[in-house]
T-cell receptor, first 112, second 112 residues
């Protein structure tokens, strides 16, 4: 079945860039997503990328997709304390008729 | 995007009882889903709530344990039946809207 892998923790200094990586196995993935979950809160859809794109930028967020290697990354520029959260990578095959397959999430820790 | 609300936000239940969780979307959506997030874990898809027909369950989840209703395009319920402590989790509903799945705030269930 599909599998999505992420590192469990990432520690960065405030003001630096954070790069969160994700690999997936499903070659039929059509959309790939990044969600943010703050402590005690629900999931916030941050951004997504369609599988025929290789990059998407949205303010401080940059998503890179290497479809050949099935590798997705999320770069957060100028990381702030408010970026401290768990970041989930998720993928979907098809046009939205299926549920998402999530990675285990990466805890982003911000050092002052 | 879609705005999704869930009721209750949390509950503490006794072993052997059942709890029904409600999910309301602020607009009509075709696809609704139910997920479970066990403590410290990622999200796992329970089922797709199909309007006008039976829900489609993922491997490891069955209708007798997690009956789902989807009476219209804005509302769904998930019942957790005959609960045991292993059912303690956050239960989240989501809706497909545009190019992404948006999530409700979740229902935190504790079974004693």
């Amino acid at each position: 079945g599909e599998d999505v892998e992420q590192s469990l923790f990432l520690s960065v200094r405030e003001g630096d860039s954070s790069v969160i990586n994700c690999t997936y196995t499903d070659s039929s993935s059509t959309y790939l997503y990044w969600y943010k979950q703050e402590p005690g809160a629900g999931l916030q859809l941050l951004t997504y990328i369609f599988s025929n794109m290789d990059m998407k930028q949205d303010q401080r967020l940059t998503v890179l997709l290497n479809k050949k290697d099935k590798h997705l990354s999320l770069r957060i520029a100028d990381t702030q304390t408010g970026d401290s959260a768990i970041y989930f990578c998720a993928e979907i095959a098809g046009g939205g008729a299926d549920g998402l397959t999530f990675g285990k999430g990466t805890h982003l820790i911000i050092q002052p | 995007s879609a705005v999704i609300s869930q009721k209750p936000s949390r509950d503490i239940c006794q072993r052997g009882t059942s709890l029904t969780i409600q999910c309301q979307v602020d607009s009509q959506v075709t696809m609704m889903f139910w997920y479970r997030q066990q403590p410290g874990q990622s999200l796992t898809l329970i089922a797709t709530a199909n309007q006008g027909s039976e829900a489609t369950y993922e491997s490891g989840f069955v209708i007798d344990k997690f009956p789902i209703s989807r009476p219209n395009l804005t509302f769904s319920t998930l019942t957790v039946s005959n609960m045991s402590p292993e059912d303690s989790s956050i239960y989240l509903c989501s809706a497909e809207s545009g190019s992404g799945q948006y999530f409700g705030p979740g229902t935190r269930l504790t079974v004693l």
